[in-house]
C-alpha cells in the first residue's frame, strides 16, 4: 500500500467537514478500487447532509440497487 493509498480514508473525512464545495472530489474517491475508500467518501458525503450529497451517494449505490432488485426477481 503507497502512501497515498493511506491517505484517502482521512482525505475523505475532512472532505466531508468541508461541505457541498467536497462533493467532486468525494464522488471521484467513489470509483476507487479499495473499498476502505470508498467506504470514507460515502460516509463523508452522509456528513455532508445535503441534497447535493445525497444524490451523488444514491448516484454510485445506483447500480446495487438495481442487481439488488434484479436478484430478488430471479
Partial sequence: MGEDDRRHGPVA???GRAGDVAIPHLADYLRSTRPEVV???LSAL???RTEAAA???LAFLA???R???RNRAW
Fill in 63 to 65: 447500480a446495487d440497487y
Fill in 67 to 69: 442487481q439488488v432488485g
Fill in 55 to 57: 444524490d451523488a451517494a
Fill in 13 to 15: 473525512e475532512v472532505l
Fill in 39 to 41: 467506504e470514507a467518501a
Fill in 46 to 48: 452522509g456528513a455532508i
